[in-house]
Every structure is written in C-alpha cells, then in structure tokens.
C-alpha cells in the first residue's frame, strides 16, 4: 500500500476522528449532553497523543456535535474552546507517563470541561446560580467526564498503543 503524504495523513486523520466524534456524541445523545452527562465521544480526547491532527479534528467534532445541543450556539463556542485547550494540553503531556501510560493527559478533558462546561450550565439552570451552583454543575460534568476519560479512554489508549496503527499511518 502507497504511503500518504503526510498533509494528507493528517487531513484524513483529523477529518475522520471528527466524523467519529460527533457520530459517538448522536448516538448516545441522551447522555451526552446536560448537567451530567457521560459523552462516550470524550474516550476520543486521548487520541492526541498519538497525532497533532486529533486536535483540530476533535474540535471541528465537538463544533458538529454541539449543534444539536440544547444549549445552543453558547454550547458550541464553550463547548468547542474546552475540547480545544483539552486537547491541546493533552498533546503537550503525551510524554509524561506512568507504567507507560499518559495518566495525566487523561486529566485535562475532566479539568477544562468541568470548569468551562459547569459555568455554562450553570448560567441556563434555574436556581444554580453562585458558587454552589457553579460546583454542583462542574461535579456533575467532570464526573461524567473522569469516567469516560479514566475507563474508556485508558481502553482505546492501550489498544491503540499495542497496535500501533497511528506509526502506520503515517504521523
């Protein structure tokens, strides 16, 4: 098989872990978005540490994902700038590892999103207004977001560390 030049490996790469983004987003909508929610789509966030082209790709995801959010075009501004600064911070961190896995780029995607997604939601619910408010609604995202990132996300992280695909595409 022809190798890919290397623009277009990463073209491909970032368009397809976009399509796969939002994909995983819609088919568990109803977890997906909300105070609490369990976005299968975030498992996604570690694959910046395997190439640069996750980091657009997850935020054009993100920004296609995000338009079906019921918290509108805020969700995809906030929403998008979290997935970004994550995604960003996790390829920076790629190389600090435990037992050869990046613990600590798992942590970014919970930290942003808690943070940027729990004000959000904290501005459209009745009654959540304040500090407390604002640390009920950042719980219940980072939560939701530690889980996928720390079980899911581990899981993609191994297989595709083992298999070593991304050396094979080309990045």
Known sequence: ??????GTAYTVQGALIAALYAALTYAVAPLSFGATQFRISEALTILPVFTPAAIPGLAVGCVIANIGSPYGPIDILLGTAATLLAALMTRLTRKIRIKNIPLLSFIFP?????IIIGAEIMMFTPGQAGIVGFFTCASG???GELVVCYTLGILLFLGLDRTKVFDRLGD
Do not use: D, H
């Open 1 to 6: 098989m022809k190798k890919m030049k290397k």
């Open 110 to 114: 919970t930290l942003f999103n808690g």
């Open 141 to 143: 995202v980072a939560l």
